[in-house]
């Protein structure tokens, strides 16, 4: 043993230990796999919020329940979702000047003065 070894005893129960984690990944919200739950208090409102989940192609539980207030959390989730940005590519010390005067980038627009 070196003089790094240190002993943990942990006290953790083995159901507990697989309940932590089970090394399985969770699906993304909004797919077969892991569909959004909702709670709405009217028909009409399940029929118009069925109607969201299928043009932006989620999938989704929804509960009527006239005595529990709406819980829409999960599709606010959906929509808040951030999109993917594409940055333009910044040209390499070594690369072709952008202006066009044929001269390497570090050379013409690259100096930084």
Known sequence: MGKF??????????????????????????????????????????????????????????????EAPEDISALQLLKGTPKTTVLEKIPGRNDPCQCGSGRKYKKCCGITR
């Open 5 to 66: 070894y240190t002993q943990t005893n942990l006290q953790i129960d083995d159901k507990k230990a697989y309940q932590v984690f089970d090394g399985k990944k969770q699906a993304r919200l909004g797919t077969v796999k892991n569909p959004a739950c909702i709670s709405v208090q009217t028909p009409e409102r399940k029929a118009e919020l069925e109607k969201e989940f299928a043009d932006n192609g989620w999938f989704c539980t929804v509960n009527v329940n006239e």
